[in-house]
């Protein structure tokens, strides 16, 4: 079984790569070799039967929702781990939607293309991956004997607008969202030798692979803005400060409080209400909210629904 690594010099010279006109381009080439050099099978590269070991947690304690608050407090040692569980397993099936949304996207984008460009390739490149990553997370899913979450049934129905109100520079945004705020978790957990090696193994595979769909979509993010008028710009900073909400809300889906039996409704609340889980969110979105700044997509009426998804810290009052 390979082990991947989490970083890549063909990814990390494509980061920055991207021309004023026609960036995503000049990106997609260095991609498509970077895909071609090394890229991973999860039905191969990992090693599906070796047996979990019970003294490692799915993630560690204090990226639980309910870290600090009287209610983990109330839990025991079996209880918090198989909360931790859940919610490591709620997290991926909210990848598993996000990831079959961006490939709808990526292929809506395919369907106008030339497929011989090498941006239609890449598109194609991206998609196969991420059907990779939606199968690696639902099979872990099932490894680990946890349901398969997702969005709660309302977002999951309004989601299927996402490829209609987003396209250009807020598609990407909110891809970058998602994929960012999921690789800095991820990056921690790939290298804690307290969490299980299934885990691990499948945030490594992640993370190495996402780094190149990152790199494409700041290109395009970057260029598609620079493009934009003044109020078709308004436009993709609130339709990606509202979509990146509703990914924000939909990682612990409300269920996994009553697998250690607490009722949905209250874990919500206490979740949310949590300044260790806040602080949380705000951290695995740190970097990426730092670009789309600079991007100018953080501005306007959407800042505020930046600070209600956790990812811009409350204004202090006087």
């Not at 090693?47 to 929702?65: F, G, M, N, Y």
């Not at 807020?170 to 307290?194: F, G, K």
């Not at 692979?209 to 395009?220: I, T």
Request: charged letters at 25%; one cysteine or more.
């Amino acid at each position: 079984m390979s082990t991947p690594t989490t970083t890549a010099p063909e990814d990390r010279q494509a980061r920055s790569a991207h021309s004023a006109n026609g960036g995503g381009t000049d990106v997609s080439t260095r991609l498509l070799r970077s895909a071609a050099k090394k890229s991973y099978d999860p039905a191969v590269d990992i090693d599906w039967d070796a047996p979990l070991d019970p003294q490692k947690s799915w993630t560690p304690e204090h990226r639980v929702s309910l870290y600090g608050t009287p209610l983990w407090d109330a839990l025991d040692a079996d209880q918090r781990h198989e909360l931790a569980k859940h919610e490591a397993c709620s997290i991926a099936g909210a990848g598993v939607w996000f990831e079959t949304l961006l490939m709808q996207r990526l292929l809506k984008d395919f369907y106008d293309a030339d497929p011989a460009t090498d941006r239609a390739q890449w598109a194609l490149t991206e998609v196969a991956d991420e059907c990779r990553h939606s199968q690696m997370f639902t099979r872990m899913t099932q490894v680990a004997g946890v349901p398969t979450y997702g969005p709660v049934p309302w977002v999951r129905r309004l989601s299927k607008l996402y490829s209609v109100v987003t396209w250009g520079p807020s598609a990407y945004a909110t891809i970058l969202v998602a994929e960012e705020v999921l690789d800095r978790l991820q990056r921690e957990q790939a290298e804690d030798p307290d969490v299980q090696p299934l885990m691990r193994q499948v945030n490594k595979i992640h993370v190495m692979e996402e780094a190149r769909h990152v790199s494409f979509a700041r290109a395009e993010v970057t260029d598609g803005m620079a493009r934009l008028s003044r109020p078709a710009r308004a436009y993709h900073r609130l339709a990606t400060a509202l979509v990146s909400f509703l990914i924000v809300r939909s990682l612990i889906h409300p269920e996994v409080y009553s697998a250690v039996g607490i009722e949905p409704g209250r874990g919500r609340r206490e979740a949310l209400a949590n300044p260790h889980y806040r602080e949380m969110i705000r951290w695995a979105g740190e970097k990426i909210l730092g670009f789309l700044d600079e991007a100018g997509m953080v501005k306007g009426p959407g800042t505020a629904v930046w600070r209600r998804a956790f990812l811009l810290p409350r204004r202090s009052r006087a």
